[in-house]
């Protein structure tokens, strides 16, 4: 393993914790892109690779737009007991959960 590759991510956290809080939320950039394309494939697999909807609801900003970032959040790190929404918590941290939910009220454009 090179230096850089063991250092970098020590160095990072280590950037995102002297960062203010809303920096310490946003993903480096590579993450971002995971993250990404988990919300197309995992999530678009039931709520529609466009968010408007499947076996779950569709996730597009009109739709949400009664729902706070918070709930948003917690849906997705916990899931929705009783229904087909699963937690994401074993894959996401909280704050990329706070992510993706900033992602479904900004829409698929932005
Ligand atoms: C296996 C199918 C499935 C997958 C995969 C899935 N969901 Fe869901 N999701 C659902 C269903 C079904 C509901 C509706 C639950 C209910 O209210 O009965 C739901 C509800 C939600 C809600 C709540 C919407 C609201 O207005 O209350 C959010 C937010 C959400 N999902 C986000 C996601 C995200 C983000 C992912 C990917 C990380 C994801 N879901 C993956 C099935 C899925």
Request: charged share 20%.
């Amino acid at each position: 393993m090179k230096a850089w590759t063991w250092l970098a991510p020590r160095l990072m956290s280590g950037l995102v914790l002297a960062a203010p809080v809303f920096a310490a939320d946003l993903p480096t950039a590579e993450r971002a892109r995971e993250l990404q394309n988990l919300l197309i494939q995992d999530c678009g697999s039931c709520h529609g690779l466009k968010m408007r909807g499947g076996l779950g609801p569709g996730l597009l900003p009109e739709q949400l737009s009664s729902r706070s970032p918070e709930y948003l959040t917690t849906i997705i790190l916990y899931g929705k007991p009783g229904s087909a929404m699963p937690a994401w918590r074993g894959l996401l941290t909280p704050s990329e959960a706070r992510w993706i939910a900033q992602r479904l009220l900004e829409g698929p454009d932005s």
